[in-house]
Structures are given as C-alpha cells and as structure tokens.
C-alpha cells in the first residue's frame, strides 16, 4: 500500500499533478451594487392582449399578457393549461390576438377574472369575423389573426406558435405612409409580478440613429413648485418667418434635452399668424430657472428681441392636476 501511494506521488511529480493552477472564474458579485433576486424572469411589461376563438360553436375571449415574438414571421402565445379556450384553439388551430386600449381596458379585465366555461363572454366586447375565420375585437386599434403552427407544451401550459394570417390596424394609429405608430397607438402594458398595468412610454430616440437626432429626454414629475404657463407673442409680420425658425428650434431642443420641461407646444392664430400663443409646462421652478438660462434659450432670446412687438406671460393653474399633457418628439 505504500509502494502504491510513493509511486502515485512519483507519477503526479513527473507529471505536474496539483501543481497547476485551474483556472476557474470565481463569483465576483461583491464587487457590483446589484443583488441576486432569484432565479426571477423579468421581460415584464408585456403587452396586454384579449386572444379571441371560437369554442364549442360560441365566441370567447381571454386576457393574456404571455406573448412575444419568434423570429420575424412568428409569435408565440402562452397560455395556462386550466383555460377554456385552449380546448377551441387546439380545435380550429386558429385564434386573434387583440392589443388592448385604455377605452376597452375594463372590459378586458373582466375577461381576464372569469371563466369561459361557467361564464358566456361573447358577447362582451362587439366584434366581427375576420378575413381568417377569426372573432375581431371592433375596439381594438390593432388585431392579428393568426393560424397556429405548433404547439408546445410545458409544465401548466400549451404555448401556441402562430403565423400572422392577417393584421387590422384602426386609420388612427397609423401614420401617414400608412405604418403603425406606436405613440398614437398606446397599447396597455401588463406587469406580472404585481398585476398591474402599465402605459406605454415616449419615444426617447430612434434605435440606430441616437447620434443624429437625439428623441425625447426621460421627464421629470411635475412638482408642488411645477410652472403651467401661457406665452402670448406677437411678432411683427415682417419677421415672422425667421421668428418660426427660432422657437421651433428651442422648442425641440428643450424637448430633447431638458428632463423638466414637460411641454412646449407653439400655435398661431389662424387669421392672425403673427400671434402665437406657447404652452409651457416645466416640473418645478428649479427646471424653468435651468431653461431661462441655457444656451439655447438665450440664443432664442437675444435673436427675437426686435422680432418681438409685445409679450405676455399668464401662468395657469390646471384644472385637474392628474390630466398631464405628454408630449414627444419623432
């Protein structure tokens, strides 16, 4: 036996044995400020959707906020087990997925708290058959039919993989080649962990392209301190046109650029172009002092002053504080 151990060490000596060092990346996560949570997944918000099918020769309608996107020409849509109308899906290998607006957002949630199989939900929302075969939510600003490929299960749920048959959009959300857009559209937004639901945000820059032309700073919440004000110019008629140059550029680069002005919205006078009238909001008294004194406005400034042949400055006081105008720039 110690033959046997003196000719295992003699082996490891010639051949290195535990004197090279393994490498092995050990844990570091003392060195950041984030914390482990868990083994937790959070991809939410979700869009909020109402999948429509026809189950047992009836219409029914379900939220699901487990949807997302595989590939370019597929999406995915998960649903518990225990659903109604997974039974109808799997039947027709058909189904709508219906974005859901603040208007219908009730109606969806009541959808989402009862059951197909002891409730009859048809005739809750007014809808149309579409092109497909598939119920079509009227309200809805955006609906896809879908054809279901596959079916993947898991434990507790049937994941349908769908091909898109066709897509309704409502005239209002698209633009004006005819695209979606998404700022008009505002789909609501379903978080998971709290069941809570979430408006969609401003655009904040175009993806690719942030070097050129900067979007829409994240804003500040208004405070107790926060300036609604209205800005009643008149510009000498003459200067007009050069006048239109300079609030339309400090106007979008104090969009842009400052977390506390919140709006900046410029119109004139259809019979009197010459008068124009500029809502500004700004979150506190702190951003309107940062704004009077940045460069831009003062390149603002300095370059009207003899443009300008009167100015009035009414500070306002909103009606109803909740009702907050969001603005943003393309």
Not at 112 to 127: H, Q
Not at 136 to 163: H, K, Q, R, W
Not at 245 to 274: C, F, H, Q, W
Request: hydrophobic share 35%; charged share 20%.
């Amino acid at each position: 036996m110690i033959r046997n151990l003196v000719t295992t060490l003699l082996l490891c000596g010639l051949l290195s044995c535990g004197t090279t060092e393994r490498k092995t990346h050990q844990p570091n996560i003392g060195e950041t400020e984030k914390q482990n949570i868990g083994s937790v997944i959070a991809l939410y918000p979700k869009p909020m959707t109402v999948i429509g099918a026809e189950v047992d020769g009836k219409v029914n309608w379900l939220v699901v906020g487990h949807t997302g996107i595989i590939g370019h020409d597929r999406i995915l849509v998960s649903m518990s087990k225990s659903h109604h109308t997974n039974q109808g899906i799997k039947k027709s290998k058909k189904l709508s997925v219906n974005l859901v607006s603040r208007e219908m957002l009730p109606k969806a949630d009541y959808v989402g708290s009862v059951s197909g199989a002891s409730v009859d939900k048809s005739e809750v929302f007014e809808y149309h058959w579409g092109e497909n075969g598939t119920p079509v939510i009227d309200a809805s600003p955006l609906t896809m039919e879908c054809d279901v490929v596959d079916i993947y299960a898991t434990e507790g749920f049937d994941n349908f993989v769908c091909s898109i048959a066709n897509t309704y959009a409502a005239p209002d959300v698209l633009d004006n080649n005819g695209k979606l857009d998404y700022t008009r559209l505002k789909p609501v937004l379903f978080e998971f962990p709290t069941y809570s639901y979430i408006a969609t945000g401003e655009i904040i820059g175009k993806c690719l392209n942030l070097d050129k032309q900067p979007g829409m700073c994240a804003k500040e919440k208004m405070a107790d301190d926060g300036i609604v004000r209205l800005s009643k110019i008149e510009v000498y008629p003459q200067f007009l046109d050069e006048y239109m140059k300079y609030v339309t550029e400090v106007g979008e680069i104090s969009l842009r650029t400052e977390p506390g002005v919140l709006a900046m919205y410029a119109v004139g006078e259809k019979d009197n172009p010459s008068k124009i009238t500029i809502l500004e909001t700004y979150a506190s008294k702190e951003a309107y002092d940062k704004h009077i004194a940045s460069a831009h406005f003062q390149k603002y400034k300095q370059g009207t002053l003899h443009m300008v042949k009167s100015l009035v400055l009414s500070d306002q006081t909103p009606l109803n504080p909740a009702n907050r105008i969001n603005n943003f720039m393309e």
